[in-house]
């Protein structure tokens, strides 16, 4: 079946502009994560859905960073006021339950560049 | 709190050579461990994971890892590396109690020479 896809692949953007990175988790997953990558970092947590609701929003760096489900289905990421410094990969993974040992499925991730 | 560490940023290997990785956790609680690897241009992969089950863990292609509470290890192995194990491998943790989320460790860059 398909697996989780992340529109767009690659976004580039001026500072201080806004942003918006969508999710489609896979079918029927109710868990969602987003996680950022830097250069040469691991994947760092920002927010995770259980549902329609943020279970877990302890990972945003600041309140600039937004994130909805409104249907329990496709997530958006929101960036407001772009700085340099949230260029990464912005990485999407859901999974079935969202127990601890659940296996996460990742998406290819969206590239955000900020000029 | 939960952290992983992973011990070499690059490791580079002959094919057919030992494979080994290692990763290093910090848990207050019993951990759940995971491996992830990522080719070139695509997502992040499961290998193998530990929840509490049987120690020793067999994953995909051929890879495994053994957890150690005594060395608060869990080193990811493979007998004989293919030139398509090239990759970054990422070691991660949760644990019941807290973050539901992955931890990730920094990740380790495999070579595989010919």
């Known amino acids: 079946g398909a697996g989780v896809s992340q529109t767009p692949s690659n976004k580039v953007t001026e500072k201080g502009k806004y942003v918006e990175l969508r999710c489609d988790p896979i079918s029927g997953h109710t868990a969602l994560y987003w996680y950022r990558q830097s250069l040469g970092q691991g994947p760092e947590f920002l927010i995770y859905?259980?549902?329609?609701?943020?279970?877990?929003d302890s990972g945003l760096p600041n309140d600039r960073f937004f994130a909805v489900r409104p249907e329990g289905s496709v997530s958006t990421l929101k960036i407001q006021r772009t700085e340099r410094g949230d260029s990464a990969v912005y990485l999407c993974?859901?999974?079935?339950?969202?127990?601890?040992?659940?296996?996460?499925?990742f998406g290819p991730g969206t590239r955000l560049t900020v000029l | 709190a939960q952290s992983v560490t992973q011990l070499g940023s690059h490791v580079s290997v002959s094919e057919g050579a030992l494979v080994l990785l290692r990763c290093n956790y910090s848990?207050?609680?019993?951990?759940?461990l995971f491996w992830y690897v990522q080719y070139p241009n695509q997502g992040l992969q499961l290998l193998l994971k530990?929840?509490?089950?049987?120690?020793l863990v067999k994953g995909i292609n051929g890879f495994e890892a053994e957890f150690k509470k005594s060395e608060t290890s869990f080193h990811l192995t493979k007998p004989s590396a293919h030139m398509s194990d090239a990759a970054e491998y990422f070691c991660?943790?949760?644990?019941?109690?807290?973050?539901?989320?992955?931890?990730f460790g920094s990740g380790t860059r495999l070579q595989v020479q010919p």
């Open positions: 848990s207050s609680v019993p951990p759940y």
């Open positions: 991660a943790v949760t644990s019941y109690t807290g973050r539901r989320a992955l931890t």
């Open positions: 530990y929840t509490s089950a049987a120690t």
């Open positions: 993974a859901s999974s079935s339950v969202g127990t601890a040992t659940d296996t996460q499925y």
């Open positions: 859905f259980q549902g329609t609701g943020a279970a877990d």
